[in-house]
Nanobody
Framework: QVHLVESGGGLVQPGGSLRLSCAASGSISRVSTMAWYRQAPGLQRELVAAITSGGDTNYTDSVKGRFTISRDNAKNTVYLQMNSLKPEDTAVYYC?????????????????WGQGTLVTVSS
């Protein structure tokens, strides 16, 4: 009914670049903040970047200056441009979105998550 699908993960060398995409689909009435999280093996999931519906952004310190989050509201899509990648960026990246949709006359609020896409940075 409503789901998020990520794409763009893969294997890159240190210093390389990669762009992740995440599209929300379904009978969505509104989307608030969209974000990217990541989780490396043995570590807790952490917030990487977030962007509000108005375009305000926040980044974790470790990616500032290297990653850029953006969105296309018309397409309900969020992107993460990753440059100057480091081995420590290796993780499964998850898309997250606060959204709502209508089921009959009811508006349903949902904290949606994508299935995850693996990013591996290694030489």
């Amino acid at each position: 009914q409503v789901h998020l699908v990520e794409s763009g993960g893969g294997l890159v060398q240190p210093g390389g670049s990669l762009r992740l995409s995440c599209a929300a689909s379904g009978s969505i009435s509104r989307v608030s903040t969209m974000a990217w999280y990541r989780q490396a093996p043995g570590l807790q999931r952490e917030l990487v970047a977030a962007i509000t519906s108005g375009g305000d952004t926040n980044y974790t310190d470790s990616v500032k200056g290297r990653f850029t989050i953006s969105r296309d509201n018309a397409k309900n899509t969020v992107y993460l441009q990753m440059n100057s990648l480091k081995p420590e960026d290796t993780a499964v990246y998850y898309c997250n979105a606060g959204l709502s949709y209508y089921s009959g006359r009811k508006e349903i609020l949902l904290d949606a998550w994508g299935q995850g896409t693996l990013v591996t940075v290694s030489s």
